[in-house]
């Protein structure tokens, strides 16, 4: 009795202990859950902060579009030398022929000094000059401007002599290797050729566009695909992204520049620290690294990079382009279309009369009139314009009248308005100056239409939902749903499609039923830690397998934690950089909840007030507590709050917050501006075109100055008396101008 008695103590104890084992074990399973969805949270919230800033900034792109536009309409010209401006600005480009061109980036007159150590180029490459590169890229060493523009020279006519869509076959070689963007990480291009091994030719390689910007490596991994290119052209294949072209070059760059630039005095421009992080710019890359001859390396490069092709179809079945589709994305159009034509996608802009239907198409530095559907004739178009400082040629000024005198008597008073065309000029026309009737021979697709074909291609983004609708998230091509990628498949006989242009958290993600494949080879794109570069391999199965990898050493060191809180930290400071750039209608949105002016505010009217200044489609009940304060009664003080914004980002000593706040908002069309009419790229603008600009720009901002006083500022604020205006000079002008209203 008393064995058994023990025995059942024993049994009770046990199951006892046991359940409490259990109960500790659920405990433990429910608390880890409870953290990593919270960690998974803080990641979700951190990546959507990211991708809607990076898309505004995007959105920028045609916003300045706009901003030129405007300028156009409210800017009258008083004199020659303004009409020039607006000429060189708006209305063409600096266009080379082709004879122009090679002698205007003439290679074979630069000699190489005995002094220079780098690695040394012969024509054709051979795979050991490849290899050459490699090593001295990782020692830091630069290529010598003669061998750049010589590659370059080459690569363009490699180049022209491929189709838009280029054709890769796996029964070639073992499999084909297909790269996403690589924004100028060289650290991750090294890392995939660790990894997967050099381009040879049992080893294909596709790179999908976005091959520069951001990063401060752009050139060298140009210089590196170029390479292999030339090397092994039939296994090394480039595609056109969104950033091969020369407007968004001219954008990038900036934003960590100012944010540096904020924390000192503009009154000493000289201190001025300009470092870019996540935004710096390839046309101030290629500028810093080749002072003497980088305006002919940037002018090379920008026709090269209009005669990438457009897409890439391995075995006939997978279709590789960098953005996406739309409803109308048309292939036999695409292989057809004259690509070199688009220098930049965003500079495709037209101008329709209501009556005639006709279009007037400036993209590229050349404006043409289509036929209208009704068979009119197609009128002269405007030769490329003259470069800076020369005045427009007599057959520029007869063609463009003629346009003129087609349109109804308002439109044509406006047009001399705008460029002041005396019908009185007349000039023998030359054989440049009008269409030849072979431009005409053809399919008969407008300059539009053909922009939009590849505007879709190189920036859409894929949806969930069906159909296909703008992508104003971006700012140029659209979203596309299941829908249109099935009927794209369907119409092409296609198995999938492979594109890129999204930063991806592993680096690679499947969406419309695993039939499109976004592929992204940038590791730690927005931060230490904020994702993984892949790139995919495909065999003749056309089965995809991936490859991740983190290319930053210390990104291996950090537990998921320390990953999270140190990309969070950085988001949650570009976002109150953002609030802060905004600060003014923010306040304005606060008052409409505010009617008695207590500087306080509930969470769901700020939340609104906050997402209708700045329409980032974020959560932002979520991220109030990173962002404000509340009180004990739940209630916002938003006056608080602003001020201790513009605390973190203004120099307490010398700018005024409203200033900087100002400075922030227009930044990018600031800078963009500045490089337009700097047409050299050396960071120095004339006095003249300074005054021109100053001129443009206050009138966008409904600044009222003289002449007199625009001359009196810019010989004030030319602090090195060297007679020319610097971009950190250029900033304190705004400053200037904008305490004088």
Not at 492 to 501: E, M
Not at 563 to 574: L, M, N, P, T
């Amino acid at each position: 009795m008393g064995s058994g008695s023990s025995v059942n103590a024993n049994y009770k104890y046990s199951l006892q202990k046991s359940e409490n084992a259990f109960k500790a074990a659920v405990l433990i399973q429910r608390w880890y859950r409870r953290y990593v969805a919270r960690l998974e949270m803080r990641r979700r919230c951190t990546w959507r902060i990211f991708q809607s800033i990076e898309y505004a900034c995007e959105q920028d792109q045609i916003k300045l579009h706009n901003f030129f536009s405007y300028l156009m309409d409210h800017f009258t010209p008083s004199s020659s030398k303004e009409r020039d401006f607006i000429s060189r600005m708006f209305i063409s480009g600096e266009s080379f022929k082709e004879a122009e061109l090679e002698k205007y980036c003439d290679y074979e007159s630069m000699e190489v000094p005995d002094s220079y150590t780098g690695p040394h180029l012969s024509f054709p490459l051979l795979p050991d000059h490849a290899t050459a590169l490699l090593e001295a890229f990782k020692q830091k060493q630069q290529l010598h401007a003669r061998y750049v523009l010589n590659l370059l020279h080459e690569t363009r006519k490699h180049l022209k002599q491929l189709p838009n869509i280029s054709h890769v076959s796996t029964c070639y070689s073992e499999e084909v290797t297909v790269c996403g963007d690589l924004h100028g990480q060289l650290d991750d291009l090294f890392l995939i050729f660790y990894k997967n091994g050099l381009p040879s030719p049992s080893k294909s390689y596709v790179f999908n566009g976005d091959f520069v910007d951001r990063g401060k490596q752009s050139l060298e991994i140009l210089i590196i695909l170029f390479t292999f290119l030339l090397i092994y052209p039939k296994e090394v294949h480039l595609n056109r992204g969104n950033h091969e072209d020369h407007m968004v070059n001219l954008r990038y760059g900036f934003c960590a520049g100012l944010i540096a630039m904020s924390r000192v005095s503009l009154r000493n421009p000289t201190e001025l620290p300009f470092s870019c992080s996540f935004s710096y710019g390839f046309a101030k890359e290629v500028m810093q690294k080749y002072k003497v001859h980088g305006k002919k390396i940037l002018k090379m490069i920008q026709n090269v990079f209009c005669w990438l092709p457009l897409a890439t179809l391995i075995d006939q079945k997978v279709l590789v382009i960098h953005g996406g589709i739309s409803d109308t994305t048309d292939l036999d159009m695409l292989e057809k279309i004259q690509r070199n034509k688009f220098i930049s996608v965003l500079r495709g802009k037209k101008r329709k009369e209501s009556n005639r239907n006709v279009e007037i198409e400036e993209i590229n530095g050349e404006s043409k009139v289509e036929a209208d559907p009704a068979g009119n004739e197609a009128a002269p178009s405007l030769s490329p314009q003259p470069r800076p400082a020369q005045a427009p040629s007599m057959a520029n000024r007869l063609e463009f009248s003629r346009w003129v005198r087609q349109t109804v008597q308002e439109q044509i008073e406006w047009c001399r308005r705008l460029v002041d065309i005396s019908e009185s000029e007349e000039e023998e026309l030359t054989y440049s100056s009008v269409v030849s009737l072979t431009d005409l021979d053809g399919p008969c697709w407008t300059r539009q239409e053909e922009w939009k074909q590849i505007l879709d291609i190189l920036w859409s983004d894929p949806m969930p939902q069906e159909g296909c609708r703008v992508n104003t998230v971006r700012g140029g091509g659209c979203y596309f749903g299941p829908d249109v990628t099935r009927k794209i498949l369907e119409k092409y006989d296609l198995q999938f499609l492979i594109r890129s242009h999204e930063c991806k958290q592993e680096g690679y993600e499947f969406c419309h039923n695993r039939k499109v494949l976004t592929i992204f080879s940038a590791s730690n794109y927005y931060e230490i830690g904020s994702n993984r570069g892949a790139y995919v391999k495909l065999g003749p199965d056309l089965v995809p397998h991936f490859v991740q990898y983190q290319a930053n050493k210390t990104a291996h060191t950090l537990t998921m934690t320390q990953r999270i809180s140190r990309v969070e930290e950085s988001a949650f400071r570009a976002l109150r950089e953002k609030l802060f750039a905004h600060t003014s209608a923010l306040i304005s949105a606060f008052k409409a909840y505010d009617k008695d002016n207590t500087g306080r505010i509930t969470l769901s009217n700020w939340a609104t007030a906050v997402e209708s200044v700045l329409h980032l489609g974020l959560p932002w009940r979520m991220l109030r507590p990173q962002l404000v304060r509340s009180t004990a009664d739940g209630m916002l003080e938003y006056k608080s709050w602003l001020d201790d914004l513009a605390m973190e980002q203004r120099s307490q000593e010398h700018i005024q917050s409203s200033l900087l706040e100002v400075i922030y908002r227009n930044r990018s069309n600031l800078e963009t501006i500045f490089r337009i009419i700097d047409r050299d790229h050396s960071g120095l603008i004339s006095f003249e075109e300074f005054h021109q600009t100053w001129k443009l720009f206050s009138s966008h901002m409904n600044i009222e100055l003289t002449d007199d006083s625009i001359n009196d500022l810019v010989r004030s604020i030319d602090f090195n008396k060297d007679g020319n205006i610097d971009f950190n000079e250029f900033l304190e002008a705004f400053r200037l101008v904008k305490q004088s209203q």
